[in-house]
């Protein structure tokens, strides 16, 4: 298996904003890795795949979910800037 491919880009939420996941030791406010797919846990000081995606799962309805709050744009980790929406 190759390594994990790096990201480009993140939300410019944190995962825990989205309902993603927290890591299995307990920390349910971890941040994004590094690499696609995962998420970094501060506590245990290593990457891991969340157990689900939270909204991401299933279909978003996104005007509904921006109207409680929920912010899809994505920060560009290359130019630190961010990206318009899509």
Not at 64 to 85: H, K, M, N, Q, Y
């Amino acid at each position: 298996m190759g390594a994990p491919e790096r990201r480009t880009w993140i939300y410019v939420q944190r995962p825990a904003e989205y309902e993603i996941a927290g890591c299995a030791c307990g920390n349910n406010d971890p941040d994004w890795s590094e690499f696609k797919g995962m998420l970094w846990c501060a506590v245990c000081q290593k990457d891991f795949v969340p157990e689900h995606s939270g909204i991401f799962d299933g279909p978003i309805p996104i005007n509904t979910a921006r109207l409680l709050g929920v912010d899809f744009r994505r920060f560009d980790l290359a130019t630190c800037s961010i990206l318009p929406e899509e």
